[in-house]
Structure formats: structure tokens, C-alpha cells
């Protein structure tokens, strides 16, 4: 069974577009994140909820918009879709806010032309 | 320069031992992480250590800090073509779990 688990895997679009990337756990975690890796290889926080709520939020735009229907999930949401954003979108979750492993999902790469 | 800086690549032999060397800026970290990531794969924590500690040992995985330094390895004995990933070394601080990543070197296994 997947533990931490994103779709798409692979998302090509044009720039201007509106496009999401899903993210779901199943190990009963309370914290989800999400990060950014670009095509330098430096993996960078974006955003962290714990039990639905955002309590991190790093120097993103805000045409990104993470939402967390409920604790097992964690979706994010790019508007108006820009070149700079190609880019793999790690999901991650741990068991609370304070705990120090993290459990990555397989990664979405996106693609902006 | 970067916050965690750790060299790209790094190609051994099967069977001998690979060395992974990092090293960070930051004196207040408190805990330090290898993670791997295998292609197609998500980043998955191999081992940690905790800043009081200079070494840990975990089967053919051992981690050695030098905090004077800030430097970070991780030995893998009798490397396996299984072992060829990218490793990424990590810190974070107390308070703040969430790591600070290196861009992580490709282990390249080769018979």
C-alpha cells in the first residue's frame, strides 16, 4: 500500500493555465507538507498544515494555494501558471508537527511551456 | 553559498565502501539526516543523528558529525548495485523540524 501518494505524476500545461496536484496519505498522520525541487536539485519548503490548519508558509506567490479538506489529504492549486513554476512537487507527511521523519510521496513533475 | 552543500556525484565499485560528505552553516542544528531517493521515488529517511552524538551505526549504514567542522558523512560498506540513488543530507533545528536539504549526490554503483 502507497503511504504518502500524488497525482498526477507528470503535468504538462501552458503557461497562464489553472492546474492542481493532489496528495493523499493513509498512515493516519497529522502534519502534511509540500515542497519544491528545482531543476537545481534544491528541495525547498512551501507550505505545512497540521490537522487541516496552515501553520507554515514559506515565501511562496500567491497564486499557489494549498487546501486540506480533511487531515489525510493535501492539495495544491497554481493559478495563472508561469514558466519559473516547472518544477517536481513533493508532498510529504509526518505523525505530528514535531516529529523528525517525513514520508515523501513519488513527486509531480510540472512542466510549464 | 548554500545552507547544505554536499558534492554531486560519486561513482564506486560494487562491493567497496561509498563515503557521502556534507557539510552545513548552521551551528544550532539539531538533528541531521541522510535520505535517499530512488528514481521515479520519493525522498526516504535512511538515518538521522542527533547533534550530541558523533557517531551512529546502522548495519552497512554509519554516520559520522564532526560539529566543530558542521561536516557530515555517511559510509555505506560493501555497496550494492541497490545502493545507486541520490542521497540527501538535511539538518533542521529544535523547534523547527523541517529540514533544509542539500541538492543531494547521485551514488553511481558499477560492477
Known amino acids: 500500500d502507497t503511504a504518502v501518494s500524488q497525482t498526477p505524476k507528470y503535468l504538462v500545461t501552458q503557461m497562464g493555465n489553472d492546474k492542481s496536484i493532489k496528495c493523499e496519505q493513509n498512515l493516519g498522520h497529522d502534519t502534511m507538507y509540500w515542497y519544491k525541487q528545482d531543476s537545481k536539485k534544491f528541495l525547498k519548503i512551501m507550505f505545512s498544515y497540521n490537522n487541516k490548519e496552515l501553520i507554515i508558509n514559506e515565501t511562496v506567490p500567491n497564486r499557489f494555494s494549498p487546501k486540506s479538506p480533511d487531515k489525510a489529504h493535501l492539495n495544491l492549486h497554481i493559478n495563472s501558471l508561469e514558466l519559473g513554476d516547472s518544477a517536481v512537487y513533493f508532498c510529504?507527511?509526518?505523525?505530528?508537527?514535531?516529529?523528525?521523519?517525513?514520508?515523501f510521496g513519488p513527486g509531480t513533475r510540472l512542466t510549464v511551456t | 553559498g548554500e545552507d547544505v552543500e554536499q558534492s554531486l556525484f560519486l561513482s564506486v565499485r560494487e562491493g567497496d565502501s561509498s563515503v557521502i560528505n556534507c557539510t552545513y552553516t548552521?551551528?544550532?542544528?539539531?538533528?541531521l539526516y541522510w535520505y535517499k531517493q530512488e528514481p521515479g521515488a520519493g525522498l526516504q529517511l535512511l538515518t538521522y543523528i542527533f547533534s550530541n552524538m558523533d557517531m551512529k551505526q546502522d548495519q552497512r549504514l554509519t554516520v559520522l558529525l564532526n560539529k566543530k567542522d558542521k561536516h557530515l558523512s555517511l559510509r555505506i560498506a560493501d555497496t550494492q548495485t541497490g545502493d545507486s540513488a541520490i542521497y540527501f543530507c538535511?539538518?533542521?533545528?529544535?523547534?523547527?523540524?523541517?529540514?533544509?536539504f542539500g541538492r543531494g549526490t547521485s551514488l553511481i554503483v558499477h560492477p
Open positions: 538535511a539538518e533542521s533545528k529544535g523547534g523547527s523540524y523541517i529540514p533544509t
Open positions: 548552521d551551528s544550532s542544528s539539531t538533528y
Open positions: 510529504a507527511s509526518s505523525q505530528q508537527v514535531s516529529s523528525y521523519e517525513q514520508y
